[in-house]
């Protein structure tokens, strides 16, 4: 999937040449992003933070944390429009900017840390098909070449599928329906069981593996609290997750991202 997905970008970048161009974020025309709004992009994720505390499904009933997530910034303003259109056209400029906010978010929280493997939330097979590629997976393609050295693994270990609970399909972000609007408890049973393991780029198994999930928008946690438990199922070690912004403000006492990895999953209780 990956290097369909890098076919896409190209594609994309090609059919954009063609194209009016205007800045998805101000409307100033030739580009994409303009000079100042990539600017206020970049002030708006300077500081990576820790974000699971909004994310319902990521804490116990105890107060203690299921999955600890980094995330680059708040989905507001600037980074939330530019999420927004990089996820339904691919625009290599928008790539280049997010996959270098992404790779600052991976650096923060994992900086020093060896053998990590990335491994990317999915897409349904419906959003694939709509798009023609893989947002999260094609950010990692950039993400890997903003490390100059000890560039990380990534593999493209998950997949979802039909959910045994609902009989329901996976469609968009979520399942057939949609999950905005949903609550806490509505989302984690849509989600639960819709992912499985499978073996990676050359027959990889996540086994016995350091791995850190990796995707764009952090809301309730459900659908990273999936794909942590289908990594665990399958034997990897998941020691936290990265996304590009969580819907909510930093909880003030969990801080800013720290300076090597921030946990391990631990599954609910």
């Known amino acids: 999937m990956q290097a369909w997905d890098l076919l896409a970008g190209a594609a994309a970048d090609v059919v954009a040449l063609a194209l009016p161009v205007e800045c998805v974020c101000c409307g100033k025309e030739d580009l994409?992003?303009?000079?100042?709004?990539?600017?206020?992009?970049?002030?708006?994720?300077?500081?990576?933070?820790r974000a699971e505390t909004g994310a319902p499904a990521l804490m116990d009933t105890d107060g203690s944390v299921i999955l600890p997530v980094v995330a680059a910034g708040i989905y507001r303003e600037e980074l939330s429009q530019?999420?927004?259109?990089?996820?339904?056209?691919?625009?290599?400029?928008?790539?280049t900017v997010l996959s270098k906010v992404l790779a600052g978010a991976l650096a923060a929280a994992y900086a020093g840390t060896d053998a990590m493997v990335l491994v990317p939330v999915p897409s349904s097979g419906s959003a694939y098909r709509k798009r023609g590629f893989s947002p999260v997976h094609l950010l990692l393609a950039g993400v890997r070449r903003s490390f100059d050295e000890r560039r990380p693994v990534c593999t493209d270990a998950l997949r979802k599928v039909r959910n045994p609970r609902t009989g329901s399909g996976l469609t968009g972000n979520g399942l057939s329906g949609g999950q905005k609007g949903l609550g806490r408890g509505d989302?984690?049973?849509?989600?639960r069981g819709s992912m499985r393991a499978v073996r990676g780029a050359r027959g990889r198994s996540l086994r016995g593996r350091q791995c850190i999930i990796v995707d764009d928008v952090l809301t309730t946690g459900a659908t990273l609290a999936e794909a942590a438990r289908a990594?665990?199922?399958?034997?990897?070690?998941?020691?936290?997750?990265?996304?590009?912004?969580?819907t909510r403000a930093p909880d003030a006492a969990a801080g800013p991202a720290p300076s090597r990895h921030p946990g391990d999953y631990l599954g609910p209780s």
Do not use: D, N, W, Y
């Open 32 to 49: 994409v992003l303009c000079a100042g709004c990539e600017r206020r992009l970049r002030m708006l994720t300077r500081r990576p933070f």
């Open 82 to 95: 530019s999420i927004l259109a990089f996820k339904r056209h691919g625009q290599g400029q928008l790539r």
């Open 187 to 191: 989302r984690s049973r849509k989600v």
């Open 231 to 246: 990594i665990h199922e399958a034997g990897g070690i998941v020691r936290g997750a990265v996304v590009l912004a969580a």
